[in-house]
Structures are given as C-alpha cells and as structure tokens.
C-alpha cells in the first residue's frame, strides 16, 4: 500500500495566519491527490482534486500544490470556519489511502 | 444537488455481519460518470478507505478487508450497500458512503455518515 504522511499532526494558528500543510507518499502518485476538510461529527469536504485544482464553492484562499510524491496545502489567510482537520488522500493506486490528518486550532 | 444517506443497524455482535445502505438522490447511480464508495472513520482516528463500486458491477476493495467486505448495487432503488462480516470491536467505526467523480478521481458528494458498534 502506499503510506500517505501529512505534517504537523498538528497546528495552532490565529485568524489570517498563513498556514502550509504538507502530504508525501511513499511512492509515485503523480498529481492524484486530493485534499478534504472535516469538522467534528460531520463527513470530509473536498476541497481539492488533482493535486491543484480548487472545487467549486472553496474560497480561493485555499491552494494546493505538488507532485510526485510532495505535495502542499496552502490556507493564505485563515478564516473562523477553516479551524478543522484536513486530509490528504491518493488516488493513484489502490488501496486508496489517506493522511493522518493534521487538526488546525486555535 | 446530489445527497446521500447511509442506513442500516448502528449495534452488530462480534462474529456476524454488518449492513448498510446507501440512497443516493439528486442523480442517478447508473451515471457511467460515478464510481460509489464506503469510507470508514473510528472515533477521533483517520480515515480508511474501504472500496467502491462502478455500475457495471465492478469493485475494487482494500485487501485489509478483502476476505470479508462485499459491495453491491441497486439501481432500481438508486442505491448501494456495504457487507462486512466476521465482525470484531475493531469494526467499530463511523461509515460513510460517497461518489467518486471519474473526472475528478477524488471523493466528492459524501453521506452524513452511520456509526456502527460491534459488541454484544
């Protein structure tokens, strides 16, 4: 299986902090990496598909980036509703996989 | 806009097999465009992907559940539904069901979510 590691596990960050999240497979996965958001007791969000490409309704503060096995998720200017934890998962081989997570707090 | 819905016991013992459904509307599950999958949760831990399932029948599953998960479809009903049997307290788990676009190649509608807890 491929491993999906996310860093830091954790992050404490204030409102219109900059914050980086980063994601690396232990293989290949070209750009099939998508990033989630979820809030407690509710089901992940995708926020980005493809490594890089923004959903549709996702606030443009919101970017990732990579490829290969590194990848990035970049919140430019955190909001109140970003505070959750976010996941990366990859799409490239199966069994699809995903992060560990990394919790975004106050 | 599409919606999905997970259903099924939220209590199963040890050793027998576990069942949900998931109703999808907004869209039709007969979409070639749509691959529909079961993603697992235990509390406060990460997220596992159990498998999924195209229209034609086709299933792809995680080989650490291979021997005791089934994934089926129901187009009449515009649902699909996950079997895991033998189950332990280890299955304990919130399951959500979710459409994997084909264009996007990522999880892109989910359920609200099912919590399941084996124990007897």
């Known amino acids: 299986d491929i491993q999906m590691t996310q860093s830091p596990s954790s992050v404490s960050a204030s409102v219109g902090d900059r914050v980086t999240i980063t994601c690396r497979a232990t293989?290949?996965?070209?750009?099939?990496l998508a990033w989630y958001q979820q809030k407690p007791g509710k089901a992940p969000k995708l926020l980005i598909s493809d490594a890089s490409r923004l959903q549709s309704g996702v606030p443009s503060r919101f970017s990732g980036s990579g490829s290969g096995t590194d990848f990035t998720l970049t919140i430019s200017s955190l909001q109140p509703e970003d505070f959750a934890t976010y996941y990366c998962q990859q799409a490239n081989t199966f069994p699809f996989t995903f992060g560990p997570g990394t919790k975004v707090d106050l | 806009q599409v919606h999905l819905q997970e259903s099924g016991p939220g209590l199963v013992k040890p050793s027998q097999t576990l069942s949900l459904t998931c109703t999808v509307s907004?869209?039709?599950?007969?979409?070639?465009?749509?691959?529909w999958s079961w993603i697992r949760q235990p509390a406060g831990k990460g997220l596992e992907w159990i498998g999924r399932?195209?229209?034609?029948?086709?299933?792809k599953y995680n080989p650490s559940l291979n021997s005791r998960v089934t994934i089926s479809v129901d187009t009449s009903n515009n649902q699909f539904s996950l079997s895991l049997n033998s189950v332990t307290a280890a299955d304990t788990a919130v399951y959500f069901c979710a459409r994997e676009s084909v264009a996007v190649a990522a999880l892109d509608y989910w359920g609200q979510g099912a919590l399941v807890t084996v124990s007897s």
């Open positions: 399932i195209f229209i034609s029948g086709d299933t």
């Open positions: 293989q290949y996965i070209s750009t099939w």
């Open positions: 907004g869209g039709s599950i007969s979409s070639g465009s749509f691959f």
